[in-house]
């Protein structure tokens, strides 16, 4: 292989290992014809020099020489990209610009479309397992719904898989690492007749976790996945393919570690009730009641047809898939028995694409495709209450410690016999909560593109894409705990007024001034006792959507559009300038913390039902006590984006720069509050940066890459966030500076064949808040302490290939043992507490691999 190919195909980050060309490397080999990389990212085959939009490649064999095994690692060489996960195995958040969502509401669809082999994974848990028999992965930056048909508003990362050959082949792996890791993949490929070529691969990884549950004795944070994958190609023609692909993979992991970042004054009762909880935040030690339990069945099929008829090629992608996700999870985060929490999520989706595009001589040419979209969404979840809940809380209500681990408490009881409530009833119902969430999502969309070549070298661009999205949602759930039922204020009322007032109606009756002098009485602690138990009340009845007020439906239709001109300003030097808009369809809040907007009901003070103002839904009948307003669902995100950029390879160097000016119109934001999610849109979210990467080769054999991401975001008009108004406040969590970088030495032993490869490649995020506030904590301290983070970790690798296709080598990441804090929330009904998810420790291992 000449240095010149070597080098085409390593740019933007694509670093291809030299090899021999093995069977199984074919398809890499054909797709590099006349010494470039190609890429699909336009819904056509073109050189990256030529794609006219900012895009990353990152090669098969960089992910092999990398041991990058999931899209979680793939951030480590694609700078625009952050990847972060967070409770579970499969909650995980893309972003891309700085721009993404979706990690933990199933109700919620990424603004980072994820395909595989052109088929949409709708939610981060189906496009976790470890990467498949990668030809290679696109990361296209900014809105793309002009040539996606599915929620592409922030960008889109395309996994290309390789297809079967012709031409039997194959490789074999096995990888041995720190932590008890053992991993073992497989492919095999060949034909089965002169028409028909099939492939089957396979990976397995294991290992223990680099978290201990000290108090249970159970490892945390380890891997146990597996995945199988088989495929057929059939080719009865030269102008007719068709491609079968069937996979399977599975989770089962305990999954993910949290520390005490700040033990806030509950702490002190967790202590004193014999309850443990770890403060060092890189020990990598947890305290827990509950092992957690994280498993994740994702399977299904594809069938693509392509089909060349002249100047003409048509393109029908089918796909049916499945997702099984359960999660089991100890929610307070320490060893003492308070509140867990089960999710059991299924997901079914059917996806339908066709494209016709054109191939003339002439000026002219086109892409024209439809989508279809039809999935349907359950979910089955509760929070059960832990033997010594009510022991806690009563230590936070005021109790004495002493009667309470003695066994003599005397809050609640008090609290019971003066509400007329069952004695020992108070958080010691076997359920909290149970909750009952399905959605229906179907979705077409019409997409096309026009290439107008006036002259040789300069092609004029107009796209478009007209979307019409449907959801239908109905949420149930049961709230057992007694004091939730009652709302404090009207409770007092009732009592003031010697039970002469005990419904809404009887309280409007009362002269205005006697409204106000009851509210104002029941509203103040000092008179009210019952006022002080508001904050135990954490899951109030819950009011079932269908109802008479709200239909439980979401409508969207949107239009959007592409301009853009690019001109080849010579064979090693391309320019191109664009305007896009995109598009995402409304989310829905599938969670407990789902409420009416302000529009349908307002809560009187203190969640009042007696004072609170006439609404639909109170007008119905429908309200229920402490009903509070919140959101039901978030409506579309608009993403508009101006984008200019050049790109140049010559022999030896090569580079992509795009400066851009993004906004999305209507963010969908979900923050944790403590003890639920607040779903709502942002107004305006906005982020001018700039990506550049370049490749350089000073001598046959070494090569550098460089890639760097400058962003400047923004929140233009945010009013309503749960901090507050956020308005002309700099976004948190976007490092204005990420860089990827590498050097990659490829030695050779003569004429033999043989050669040692040696990588070394740094990422880095610069220091940048990890979020804009912590409603509870960072609310308390008038939004001061704010936590940071920044991330340096350097990779390496170092694998000698014989040319009798045996290698072996070896990889250690985060070398430097970088440690940092990924991301922090407040505790979990702990006010003044902050937990956080540390990073990972050094990994590092051997690999043994063989191809043929």
Request: proline share 5%.
């Amino acid at each position: 292989m000449n240095i010149t190919k070597f080098l085409s195909a390593t740019a933007l980050g694509g670093l291809v290992a030299l090899s021999p060309a093995y069977a199984q490397d074919a398809q890499g080999e054909e797709a590099n014809d006349d010494n470039v990389i190609i890429v699909t990212a336009t819904k056509r085959a073109q050189t990256l020099q030529e794609t006219p939009i900012s895009v990353s490649v990152t090669s098969g064999e960089t992910l092999e020489a990398a041991q990058i095994r999931d899209v979680l690692d793939l951030q480590t060489v694609t700078p625009s990209l952050r990847v972060s996960q967070l409770q579970t195995s499969s909650a995980s958040t893309f972003i891309i610009r700085g721009f993404g969502n979706g990690d933990n509401n199933f109700g919620i669809e990424p603004s980072v479309g994820v395909f595989i082999d052109g088929v949409f994974r709708s939610r981060s848990a189906a496009a976790l397992s470890d990467l498949p028999n990668v030809e290679r992965i696109e990361v296209l930056n900014g809105p793309q719904s002009t040539l996606f048909g599915k929620n592409a508003s922030a960008g889109v990362i395309s996994v290309i898989t390789r297809a079967p050959q012709f031409e039997f082949g194959g490789a074999v792996e096995a990888v041995y690492g720190n932590f008890n890791n053992v991993v073992l993949k497989g492919d095999i490929t060949g034909p089965l007749t002169d028409t028909i070529a099939f492939s089957v691969d396979g990976s397995y990884n294991r290992r223990d976790g680099y978290s201990n549950i000290v108090n249970l004795d159970e490892e945390q944070n380890n891997r146990n996945r597996w995945a199988a994958r088989g495929q057929l190609l059939f080719e009865p023609t030269s102008d007719l393919t068709i491609r079968g692909i069937l996979d399977y993979s599975k989770i089962d992991e305990i999954c993910c570690q949290v520390t005490t970042v700040v033990a806030g004054p509950t702490a002190g009762a967790i202590q004193l009730l014999g309850g443990q909880f770890s403060t060092d935040r890189f020990s990598y030690d947890a305290f827990l009641n509950q092992v957690p339990i994280n498993k994740v069945d994702n399977y299904g099929g594809s069938l693509q047809v392509d089909y060349q008829a002249g100047a003409f090629s048509l393109t029908s992608i089918s796909s049916y898939r499945e997702l099984k996700n359960l999660f089991i999870s100890d929610i307070d985060y320490s060893s003492l028995d308070v509140a867990n929490e089960t999710r059991n999520q299924k997901v079914k989706t059917l996806t339908q694409e066709f494209r016709v595009a054109s191939d003339f001589d002439g000026p002219i040419n086109f892409l024209l495709g439809g989508y279809y979209f039809d999935e349907s969404i359950s979910q089955i979840s509760q929070i059960e209450n832990g033997t010594q809940i009510r022991d806690f809380f009563e230590v936070l209500a005021g109790g004495n410690p002493a009667d309470v681990i003695a066994g003599n408490p005397s809050v609640f009881n008090g609290v019971e016999a003066g509400l007329g409530l069952p004695q020992e009833s108070i958080f010691l119902t076997p359920l909290l909560t149970a909750e009952q969430f399905s959605m229906d999502n179907t979705s077409y969309s019409i997409f096309g593109t026009v290439d107008f070549e006036p002259i040789d070298g300069l092609v004029l661009t107009g796209g478009f894409n007209y979307t019409d999205d449907k959801k239908d949602f109905a949420l149930a759930q049961q709230s057992f705990d007694p004091l939730g039922q009652v709302n404090l204020i009207d409770a007092f009322i009732v009592g003031a007024t010697g039970g002469t007032v005990t419904s809404r109606a009887q309280f409007q009756a009362l002269p205005a001034a006697n409204q106000a002098a009851l509210l104002a009485a029941a509203t103040n602690p000092a008179v009210n006792p019952l006022a002080g138990l508001a904050g135990f009340q954490f899951q109030p009845p819950f009011l079932t959507i269908p109802n008479a007020v709200e239909d439980g439906r979401t409508r969207d239709d949107k239009f959007t559009y592409l301009l853009r001109a690019s001109y080849s300003v010579s064979n090693e030097v391309n320019i191109y300038g664009s305007y896009a808009t995109g598009f995402k369809a409304s989310s829905v809040n599938l969670s407990r913390d789902s409420r009416p907007s302000s529009t349908d009901f307002v809560a009187g003070p203190g969640g009042s039902t007696f004072g609170a103002p006439s609404s639909p839904i109170l007008d119905a009948g429908l309200a229920l006590p402490n009903l509070r307003s919140g959101s039901r669902f978030a409506g579309p995100e608009n993403a508009t984006v101006y984008e200019v950029g050049i790109k140049g390879q010559w022999e030896g160097f090569g580079f992509n720069l795009a400066l851009f000016d993004q906004t999305i119109t209507g963010f969908q934001s979900l923050a944790f509050t403590g003890t639920g999610f607040a779903l709502q849109n942002a107004g305006q979210q906005s982020v001018k940066g700039v990506e550049f990467d370049s490749t350089i080769s000073p001598t046959e054999g070494l090569v550098f890459t460089f890639a760097m991401t400058y962003l400047d975001p923004l929140f233009d008009d945010f009013p309503g966030s749960v901090l507050g108004d956020l308005s002309g406040v700099t976004p948190a969590g976007i490092p204005k500076i990420a860089i990827s970088t590498s050097a990659t030495y490829a030695h050779e032993f003569g004429a033999s064949g043989n050669k040692l490869i040696t990588r070394i490649d740094y990422s880095h995020e610069s220091n940048t808040p990890i979020n804009n506030g912590l409603p509870t904590f960072n609310a308390a301290l008038g939004n001061t302490q704010i936590f940071d983070r920044e991330v340096n970790l350097v990779n390496g690798s170092m694998t000698l290939k014989l040319d009798n296709g045996l290698e072996i080598g070896g990889y250690v990441r985060n070398l430097l043992n970088d440690q940092f804090i990924t991301t922090v929330f407040d505790g979990v009904a702990q006010a003044g507490t902050v937990s956080g998810y540390p990073s990972a420790p050094r990994t590092y291992g051997g690999v043994v691999r063989f191809k043929f």
